[in-house]
């Protein structure tokens, strides 16, 4: 069975400051995705991951994958106000029957709180 | 564009009751995934539907959960007998479902079922 771990799952910033969310997963797979949800509301897609080595920026925000390792990194930059949310990664599985087309295991989240 | 869409947004049951929860895809896209968020977890899987046809259920309960995307009309959701712990957010996913491809799924809003 899959396994997605995420810390931290608390993150407490004061604007400006750097920090890395980390992204465990227990077994292959070259597909990972980030979303950020705000309270009550749905997720939004960030960043999707493709292969090994794969980087993409949006923002404040950088995501990478090493696939070799089972990890993938959000970066935070210079944090603002506007950051704050619930991040979560997701990895791609392979349904049961073996179809062509994938179930997302999730992280249970990071909480991140940037505080002024 | 209309993205996915989810009605209702909230429901409140009593024990023993009935809850049907709907689901509109992106237009276009044919692959429809329900998950479930309970209070300060991520999301887990319950079902992936393409049209007519159950993919993968893995994630459901063996009883009182059903889930179907008929030909014609929104993809639903049914909890049969209600109890409390079915209380969460519901989220309905689509995607166009491209084979070998990346699966990138585009959530709506989800349903956040209260029962009392």
Redesign the interface.
């Given at each position: 069975e899959l396994k997605?771990e995420q810390n931290p799952l608390f993150l407490s910033m004061q604007e400006g400051k750097n920090y890395t969310i980390y992204c465990n997963y227990s077994t292959t797979s070259d597909?990972l995705?980030w979303?950020r949800q705000d309270p009550?509301?749905?997720?939004e897609?960030l960043f999707?991951l493709?292969s090994n080595g794969a980087v993409k920026q949006e923002g404040r925000l950088m995501a990478s994958l090493d696939t070799k390792a089972r990890l993938s990194t959000l970066h935070i930059t210079a944090a603002v106000h506007d950051l704050s949310a619930t991040y979560?990664c997701?990895v791609?599985s392979p349904?049961?029957?073996g179809?062509?087309?994938?179930?997302?295991?999730?992280?249970?989240?990071t909480l991140l709180t940037v505080n002024p | 564009n209309a993205g996915v869409m989810q009605n209702p947004r909230h429901l409140v049951r009593r024990r023993g009751q009935e809850a049907r929860l709907r689901c509109s895809p992106v237009k276009g896209h044919s692959?429809v995934?329900w998950?479930r968020q309970l209070p300060?977890?991520?999301?887990?899987?319950m079902v992936?539907l393409q049209k007519e046809n159950i993919?993968?259920e893995?994630?459901m309960p063996k009883e009182r959960f059903s889930a179907e995307f008929p030909k014609e009309g929104p993809s639903i959701l049914r909890i049969q007998q209600v109890v409390r712990g079915d209380s969460a957010a519901y989220?309905c996913a689509s995607?166009l479902?491209l084979?070998?491809s990346?699966?990138?799924?585009?959530?709506?809003?989800?349903t956040?079922l209260t029962v009392l």
């Open positions: 997605v597909r995705y979303y009550g509301k749905s997720l897609s999707v493709l979560f997701a791609d349904s049961n029957s179809g062509s087309n994938y179930k997302l295991t999730f992280g249970k989240g | 692959h995934y998950y300060e977890e991520g999301l887990k899987f992936y993919i993968d893995s994630g989220f995607s479902g084979f070998r990346y699966n990138e799924q585009f959530f709506g809003p989800g956040r």
